[in-house]
């Protein structure tokens, strides 16, 4: 005859929880439900939503009655995954026992995925999204979950039609443009001279930016101001 291998010790009414080798590792009922709790809070998600499977359980004391569990983590912040949970059993603020509970966690929600294939370069439309029910493991923090963050965003890669968006995949749109014409103020003491150019490449204001001098063909770095204006400080 096959023995049974504990792995769960000491539930109320001194009930024992057994596994058998191979099988899926169990929690009693109570320990379950305080850890999807915890979880929904915190990645703000419904219960239904998440899902555990244990990957390594191991013996826990739990009084008949009277007790507290309590729940923490190493991590800065909480997130699906493989991960180790910290349980404590508390009887009236005193330590019963503390254990590290080995977790794979799923959350199955509504996010943002592509329509159609979105080209570099291309801002971000309605028309582009969809939301689509899936299960997450990772990169919880980087997914959307409603489209009106995107709209107007710009893809900084080619992306597949039906692929999740993730933050980055996308960036703001360019204040200016590549190949748009600007005034450049060439600054030097308390001298400044205004002539036309042509960005080099897109940037937003404020960005270090390289620009062809109309008149002279020469390459300058300076800063774009406004979308319109870049000073280049000359020494």
């Not at 000491?10 to 058998?20: A, D, E, I, K, Q």
């Not at 349980?87 to 977790?103: A, F, H, R, T």
């Not at 996010?111 to 570099?120: A, D, E, K, Y």
């Amino acid at each position: 005859m096959m023995r049974l291998r504990p792995v769960l010790l000491v539930f109320s009414f001194f009930s024992l929880v057994y596994t058998m080798p191979g099988q899926p590792l169990h929690l009693p009922s109570l320990i379950r439900e305080e850890l999807v709790n915890f979880f929904s809070e915190n990645l703000s998600v419904p219960e239904s939503a998440i899902t555990l499977e244990y990957r390594h359980v191991p013996e826990l004391t739990i009084p008949d009655q009277d007790f507290r569990i309590s729940l923490e983590t190493q991590r800065p912040r909480i997130q699906p995954g493989y991960q180790t949970v910290w349980l404590s059993i508390l009887q009236n603020e005193l330590l019963i026992d503390k254990v590290p509970l080995v977790l794979d966690v799923a959350v199955r929600i509504p996010v943002v995925q592509s329509r159609i294939r979105i080209r570099r370069g291309e801002r971000i439309s309605q028309d582009d999204l969809i939301l689509s029910e899936v299960t997450i493991h990772d990169q919880f923090d980087r997914i959307f979950r409603t489209p009106d963050k995107l709209i107007g965003k710009v893809a900084k890669q080619m992306i597949p039609a039906g692929k999740i968006l993730f933050s980055s995949m996308l960036k703001e749109p360019a204040d200016a443009d590549k190949g748009a014409k600007v005034n450049i103020r060439l600054v030097t003491g308390g001298l400044t001279i205004t002539t036309q150019g042509v960005l080099r490449h897109e940037a937003a204001v404020g960005d270090e930016i390289e620009v062809t001098c109309l008149e002279t063909g020469k390459r300058l770095a300076g800063i774009l101001t406004t979308p319109e204006n870049v000073v280049v400080k000359v020494r």
